[in-house]
Nanobody, 128 residues
């Protein structure tokens, strides 16, 4: 059974930084892409970023490009999201996810429905 546990959320002022972590157990993750999604109150869940199993490729939503950096440490089975220059509109619950798919292409990795395992989420609140 794959389990994902996020941590690192909190309250930060606009312009500040946070680093989220996603620790995985139950599978060796280096084969599989992992992604970050977020959901703000009253809004649908949205894609934030994804990283290939090897870590060699990444992709970002336009809203976070240049401010967020996704990375992974496969020996530690952990993925990270470094968030800089945070804005109030980044306020949301952030979720990490992984899929059983071994391919890595834009036909699926932005679609939350294509992911099979999810963490419980961590709250990020950015004050203005």
């Amino acid at each position: 059974q794959v389990q994902l546990v996020e941590s690192g959320g909190g309250l930060v002022q606009a312009g500040g930084s946070l680093r989220l972590s996603c620790a995985a157990s139950g599978r060796t993750l280096s084969t599989y892409a992992m992604g970050w999604f977020r959901q703000a109150p009253g809004l649908e869940r949205e894609f934030v970023s994804v990283i290939r199993g090897s870590g060699s490729s990444t992709y970002y939503a336009d809203s976070v490009k240049g401010r967020f950096t996704i990375s992974r440490d496969n020996p530690k089975n952990t993925m990270y999201l470094q968030m800089n220059s945070l804005k109030p509109e980044d306020t949301a619950v952030y979720y990490c996810a992984t899929s059983n798919r071994v391919s890595f292409d834009s036909s699926w990795y932005q679609d939350g429905k294509k992911y099979d395992y999810w963490g419980q989420g961590t709250q990020v609140t950015v004050s203005s």
